[in-house]
């Protein structure tokens, strides 16, 4: 049976550690075989420290995919979608690599991370690492719940996983980042009322607002299909920051990469009557990047097959 990377569906952590990477060598056989490697570290530390709740991504950036592995292709696999409108964009910042470690305690975080950067420093360079924290009680920096709406229980599998509708990535997910960068001086020159109007819910219970409008940031964020109930994203990225910058590393995981361009549409553009997503006047996306997560018996095969 084909088996998922564990990051993919995996429940919230307290930490988490984002690493970007660039490859900068042509050893495409000796990459595939480390990017092996690499779910062994996830494995070794997962049983080590098992009270850690470790759990790991290694998912290819789009514009390398035909490098590493030349010939099969995921049916969606495409670039970040760039988009612009007035003072509203999602730049890109296309990488090679994207590597995601998340855990309970930030010491096995950070032990994770540089095991598998000595593991694969001869191949690439690191672009950007993010530290991601648990805020509170799984709030986004500016107070409100972050991703509250996500699919629970085995919902996630079936939002976050492909299927047999591609028999032959199966256990894959298409993987899309976003680095947020927070004006939280501004945000919180805001009243309360006001901030609810912005994100549409409550900021304590998360419940509907009587503020919201075609403009909150619940409405043009949703993921849910206009015939659905159910979100198609799973959210998995946490707030970073420190006393200089803070913000949201913003992470979604589907077995479909339609559902992430048509939210990032919704919030960018509206819905043509000039409802955008207020929040985005308060937040700025900084980089982008689209990737995808293979099955942990496709990262395996291919090694093996370099071996041969």
């Given at each position: 049976m084909t088996q998922p990377q564990k990051g993919i569906c995996a429940e919230p952590n307290l930490h988490a550690q984002y690493l970007l990477l660039n490859v900068i060598d042509d050893d495409s056989e000796a990459v595939r075989a480390k990017l092996s490697r690499v779910l062994d570290v996830f494995e070794h530390f997962e049983n080590e420290h098992y009270e850690a709740m470790v759990t790991g991504v290694v998912a290819i950036g789009t514009g390398y995919w035909a490098e590493v592995y030349p010939g099969l292709i995921p049916v969606e696999l495409a670039p970040f979608p760039d988009m612009q409108c007035d003072d509203r964009s999602a730049p890109t910042m296309p990488c090679d690599l994207f590597i995601q470690i998340r855990a309970d305690r930030l010491d096995i975080c950070h032990a994770v991370g540089i095991e598998v950067m000595d593991l694969l420093r001869i191949h690439v360079e690191l672009v950007e690492q993010i530290r991601g924290f648990?805020?509170?009680?799984?709030?986004?920096?500016?107070?409100?719940?972050?991703?509250?709406?996500?699919?629970?229980?085995?919902?996630?599998?079936?939002?976050?996983?492909?299927?047999?509708?591609?028999?032959?990535?199966?256990?894959?997910?298409?993987?899309?980042?976003?680095?947020?960068?927070?004006?939280?001086?501004?945000?919180?020159?805001?009243?309360?009322?006001?901030?609810?109007?912005?994100?549409?819910?409550?900021?304590?219970?998360?419940?509907?607002?009587?503020?919201?409008?075609?403009?909150?940031?619940?409405?043009?964020?949703?993921?849910?299909?206009?015939?659905?109930?159910?979100?198609?994203?799973?959210?998995?990225?946490?707030?970073?920051?420190?006393?200089?910058?803070?913000?949201?590393?913003?992470?979604?995981?589907?077995?479909?990469?339609?559902?992430?361009?048509?939210?990032?549409?919704?919030?960018?553009?509206?819905?043509?009557?000039?409802?955008y997503d207020r929040w985005l006047d308060f937040t700025s996306a900084e980089t982008g990047a689209a990737f995808f997560a293979p099955s942990i018996n496709f990262i395996r095969q291919q090694a093996k097959l370099s071996e041969t």
């Open positions: 648990r805020y509170l009680d799984g709030r986004d920096l500016n107070g409100f719940l972050y991703g509250a709406d996500n699919p629970r229980g085995m919902k996630r599998r079936q939002v976050g996983i492909i299927g047999e509708d591609d028999p032959d990535f199966s256990g894959g997910s298409y993987v899309h980042i976003q680095r947020y960068r927070h004006d939280l001086r501004r945000w919180n020159s805001l009243s309360s009322r006001q901030q609810e109007q912005v994100m549409g819910t409550t900021q304590e219970h998360n419940l509907v607002s009587s503020e919201q409008s075609e403009s909150s940031h619940c409405v043009r964020a949703s993921t849910v299909a206009p015939d659905g109930d159910e979100p198609r994203l799973i959210k998995q990225g946490m707030p970073y920051g420190d006393m200089a910058s803070q913000g949201l590393f913003f992470v979604s995981c589907s077995a479909s990469a339609r559902p992430f361009k048509q939210m990032l549409h919704s919030q960018i553009y509206g819905n043509g009557e000039g409802d």
